[in-house]
C-alpha cells in the first residue's frame, strides 16, 4: 500500500514534466489537450493523496533508496497546501492558454515550457532533500526564463527576461552555496535529519547559512531593490504573467516557511526580512497608484505583497505567511486573467476622506482590533497569537475602509452597514491569525525587538496617511512632483537597466 501510494506520489509532479516533452512533437490542438490532461491529473492525485495524508500522516517516497542520502519526496501539511494550490493554478492557467494562444504558431513549445514549468513547481513543493530542491529550483527558473522569451522579436521581452535572469543567478548561488554549508555541517541533504539535528542544539554557523538562505528567498521573491525585473516582464503572454505571479513569485515565502525550522535559530536574520519586507510592502503599495496600466499596477501589487509575506516571516508568523501564499495565488490568478476585462472600464473617483470619517474608521479600527484580541484571549488563554505588530496592516485597512465608506456614502451606511462588516472582517482575520500556528507550527522565534515593532508601525502608519490625504496631495506642487517619480518606480529600475546594458549588452539592430 504505502509503495502504491509513493508512485502516485512520484505521478503528481511527472505527469506535467512527461507532457511537457511530448509536447513539442504533437500539434497545437494535441499539445493543448496534452497539457491540460497531465495537470488535471496531477490536480486529482494531489486532492486524494492529501486526504490520506490528512487522515493517515505524511506520505513518503524515496526516490532513490539505497545509499546513505536517500532522495525522497514528502507530502506532509505544507506540501500538501502547496501541491493542491499550484496543481490547481497550474490547470487553470494551461486552459486558459488554450483559448488565449489560438492560433498562436508557437502553442506547442508554449505548453511545453508552461508544463514543464508546472512540473518543476510541484517537484520544488515536493522535495524532502536539500539536493533535489535546489534542482528544482534552478529548472523551474530556467523554464520560466524560456516562457518570457515567448516573443523572442520583442527587444522588450529580452531585455526584461535577461535581467531576470541574472536576479535569479544570484538567488541560485545564493541557495547552492547554503546548501552546501548545510551538508558540511550536518553531513546530509535530508530535510528531516536537518531539522531534527538543529533542533538539538547543532547551531553553529548556522546565522550564516540562514543569511544566504534569506538573501536567495529575497531575490527570487523582488524584494526591494531587486524588484524591477517583475514589472518589465509585461510582454510575455498574460498566462505566463499570471503563473509567474500567483505561484513562481512565492517560491521565496515557500523556502522561508519550508527551512523555518533552520531560520527560527536565526532570529537576526528573521528581523532583517521583516525590515526589508516592510520597505518593499511599503515601495509596492506607493508605485502601484501611480502606473497607469493593469498589468504594471498589478505587478507592483505583487511586489508589496510579497513584502508583506516577508514581513509575516520574519517575525516568526509562518502559518500565516502560508495563509498569506494561498490567498494571495488565488487572487493574483483571477486578476491576472481577468484583467483584459478592465479595458475601457473607467477608473474610481477618488473620494476626499473627512475628518469626522478618518476619527471614525481610526476608532472603531483600534477598538475593534484591540478587543478582538483581548477576546481571544479571555476565552482561549492558551492561544498563541502572532506578533502583535501584524495587528497594525488590519487596523489600518479597517481604517481606511470604514473612512471612505463614511466620507463617500454617509455616517449612517458606514455606522450601520460597513461596522457590522468591520467587525466580522476582523474576527475572521483574527480567527485565522490564531489558528495559523495550529495549521503549521513552524520553529519558535523570540519576540522581536522594540526597534523593530516601532519601525514597522510607523511604515504602516505612514501609508495610511499618505493613502487618506492622497487626495489633497495630488492638487500639490510637491504632490505632483513626487507622482512622476513614483511612476517611474523612483527610478531603481532604470538604474539596474543600466548596470545590465552594461553586463549584458544587447545587439543593435540593423
Known amino acids: 500500500m504505502e509503495s502504491n501510494l509513493g508512485l ?12 511537457g516533452l511530448l509536447c513539442r512533437g504533437s500539434s497545437a490542438r494535441a499539445a493543448g489537450g496534452l497539457a491540460i490532461l497531465a495537470a488535471a491529473g496531477a490536480v486529482v492525485l494531489a486532492l486524494g493523496l492529501s486526504a490520506v495524508a490528512l487522515t493517515r500522516g505524511a506520505v513518503q517516497l524515496r526516490l532513490v533508496p539505497w545509499g546513505p542520502e536517500p532522495v525522497s519526496l514528502v507530502l506532509d501539511g505544507v506540501a500538501a497546501i502547496m501541491t493542491l494550490l499550484v ?17 498562436d504558431a508557437l502553442q506547442p513549445r508554449f505548453y511545453s ?3 514543464l514549468t508546472l512540473g518543476a513547481v510541484l517537484t520544488l513543493v515536493l522535495a524532502g ?87 536567495c528567498a529575497a531575490l527570487k521573491s523582488a524584494q526591494f531593490p531587486f524588484h524591477s525585473w517583475l514589472p518589465d516582464t509585461m510582454e510575455t503572454p498574460t498566462p505566463v504573467s499570471a503563473f509567474m505571479h500567483a505561484g513562481i513569485i512565492n517560491a521565496g515565502g515557500f523556502l522561508v516557511v519550508r527551512l523555518s ?31 497607469p496600466t493593469v498589468k504594471r499596477a498589478l505587478a507592483f501589487s505583487t511586489i508589496a505583497q510579497m513584502g508583506f509575506m516577508m514581513l509575516q516571516c520574519g ?22 486573467l481577468h484583467a483584459g476585462s478592465g479595458v475601457g472600464s473607467s477608473p474610481r473617483a477618488v473620494i476626499p476622506l473627512k475628518p ?42 479597517i481604517a481606511y475602509g470604514l473612512a471612505r465608506l463614511w466620507s463617500g456614502a454617509g455616517a449612517a451606511t458606514a455606522v450601520t452597514r460597513g461596522l457590522p462588516v468591520a467587525v466580522g472582517f476582523t474576527g475572521v482575520a483574527l480567527l485565522l491569525h490564531a489558528a495559523s500556528p495550529r495549521l503549521f507550527p513552524g520553529g519558535s522565534t523570540p519576540a522581536p525587538p522594540l526597534g523593530l515593532t516601532l519601525f514597522v508601525a510607523l ?7 499618505f493613502q487618506a490625504f492622497l487626495w489633497r496631495f495630488r492638487t500639490l506642487p510637491l504632490g505632483r512632483a513626487f507622482y512622476v517619480h513614483a511612476l517611474n518606480g523612483f527610478y531603481v529600475g532604470a538604474y539596474a537597466n543600466r548596470a545590465l546594458a552594461r553586463l549584458w549588452p544587447q545587439p543593435q539592430s540593423p
Open 8 to 19: 502516485l506520489l512520484l505521478a503528481v509532479p511527472l505527469l506535467p514534466l512527461l507532457a
Open 87 to 103: 496543481s490547481f493554478l497550474g490547470l487553470t492557467v494551461i486552459k486558459f492558454s488554450s483559448r488565449y494562444l489560438w492560433g
Open 113 to 115: 515550457w508552461m508544463s
Open 129 to 215: 532533500n536539500l539536493l533535489l530542491i535546489l534542482v528544482a529550483w534552478v529548472a523551474m527558473s530556467l523554464f520560466l526564463h524560456r516562457l518570457l522569451l515567448h516573443f523572442p522579436h520583442r527587444p522588450g521581452a529580452v531585455f526584461s527576461a535577461r535581467k531576470k535572469f541574472v536576479v535569479s543567478r544570484l538567488g541560485d548561488a545564493c541557495l547552492l552555496a547554503a546548501v552546501l554549508l548545510v551538508h558540511q555541517r550536518y553531513g546530509t541533504w535530508e530535510l528531516e535529519r536537518i531539522f531534527r539535528a538543529a533542533a538539538a542544539g547543532q547551531v553553529t554557523g548556522l546565522p550564516a547559512i540562514c543569511a544566504l538562505l534569506a538573501a
Open 261 to 291: 525550522p533552520l531560520l527560527a535559530h536565526a532570529p537576526a536574520v528573521l528581523w532583517a526580512l521583516a525590515v526589508i519586507g516592510s520597505v518593499t510592502a511599503a515601495f509596492g503599495a506607493v508605485v502601484m497608484l501611480a502606473q
Open 315 to 336: 517575525l516568526g508568523a509562518f502559518g500565516l505567511a502560508l495563509m498569506h501564499i494561498v490567498a494571495h495565488s488565488l487572487y493574483k490568478a483571477h486578476a491576472f
Open 356 to 397: 469626522a470619517g478618518l476619527g471614525f474608521g481610526g476608532v472603531s479600527a483600534f477598538m475593534l482590533v484591540t478587543g478582538g484580541v483581548a477576546l481571544l484571549k479571555h476565552f482561549q488563554p492558551a492561544i498563541i497569537l502572532p506578533a502583535s505588530v501584524l495587528g497594525m496592516p488590519l487596523a489600518v485597512a
Open 459 to 465: 511604515v504602516f502608519a505612514g501609508l495610511f496617511l
